[in-house]
């Protein structure tokens, strides 16, 4: 056997030119070989791994959830080939799963340039907009998709998550028709563009569609709060409370509506509201104004000590927090919260303000005035921060300096008693 082989290998060396018999020589040359054609193989393979190939790739890994996988996927996908348009409307996709939220739209905008009519991702572009706090290009979008003709609908479902529902969210299939959903998204649009009255013409429409979606009722309620009309409103209110026993956000708002004087009926109602939804960070803030009001310093700290564990990033919540720490004399807990907004916020002019005040009651008077003079930098027109400044400047003994802030905040509509500008102003 080996001797045959042996003559199979002489015979190949003498076909390919050697002219002396080497087995050794042979089978290294047949290894070499081998290598050679395996090596080919798998070149060949991996010529045929296509732009499509890559994509199909994609959309197992995105059906499993493997977000990270699917992406680079689609990465290799359209450096293969750039015009693959469906694949940035699945990236799209994908980093939206991913958080990457510009990202997405950056794929969104190259999908809708050739397809612009295409709702499933024009709703899509909308609902990123809307969350980037686009409001002005997201409302474009929604419009435009009330516009579209009817039909060409895919049966992709999307989710919509209203603040304050714990995470409860929505479902909507783009296979039914959407429209009452583009008319609450445009309305929840000009709420924030406070725009009220066409916000409640956009609820309007939406609960004509859609009377069984109590959110639209949630969010017509609060354009009507905000025009004034309270007794509408509260009507709103109370059918989200029919809809939905346990509705805290229903309940938080019929506490607003209460009356804009501390009572026990509008606590109660904020109570009721924080029992349905202890998450809420709002209601505590909101029972702690409340209760700062009434003169109950301790119930009010205890509520935003709640608000902010709940929502750490709010400035306001520690602006307020900071009064009534400073209001309970507690001058390094306040400045520790107005410093936390400065941080936070550091153009909130009313941060500086409220530093700049507390220094002033530690006779600390250059700090204060640097505060006021930041506030000012800000918001030029802060009247408040010019009357405060004066009063800094003139303990100080810097009567010129003093007088010319009083005389700048009295111009911005500031009440300066004569007795005050008769000292300051000699």
Known sequence: ????????????????????????????????????????????????????????????????????????????????????????????????????????LTDYNIYLETNPENKEALFSRAVSRFEYNQWAIAKEDFIKLLQLPAGGETNTIFFQTQKGDDGASRAFSAANNLRSLYFDYLGQIELKLKNYAQAKVCFDSAIQLAPEQLNFYLGRGLALQQVGDSVQARADFKKVLQLDADNSLARHNLALLGTNQPSAETEQLLTEAIAANPKLPYSYAERGLLRLNSGNTKGA?????????????????????????????????????YQKVITLKPEYEKGWLSHGNVMVKLNKYKEAIEDYSAAITYYPDYGLAYYNRAQAWHRLGKLVEACNDLKKAKGLGITVLGKVEGVICK
């Open 1 to 104: 056997m080996v001797s045959k082989f042996s003559g199979i290998v002489n015979t190949w060396l003498t076909v390919f030119g050697f002219g002396y018999k080497s087995p050794i020589l042979g089978m290294a040359l047949i290894r070499v070989t081998v290598v050679f054609l395996l090596l080919s193989s798998k070149l060949l393979a991996q010529e045929k791994r296509t732009a499509q190939y890559y994509f199909d790739k994609a959309e197992s890994a995105y059906t499993a959830r493997s977000y990270k996988t699917a992406l680079a996927h689609l990465n290799e996908c359209l450096r293969l080939e750039p015009y693959f348009m469906q694949a940035y409307f699945s990236r799209a996709q994908v980093r939206e799963a991913l958080g990457d939220k510009q990202g997405a």
């Open 301 to 337: 700290l205890s509520d935003y000590n709640e608000a902010i564990n709940l929502e750490p990033d709010n400035y306001e919540y520690f602006l307020n927090r900071g009064l009534i720490k400073e209001r309970a004399n507690d001058y390094t807990g306040a400045l520790a919260d």
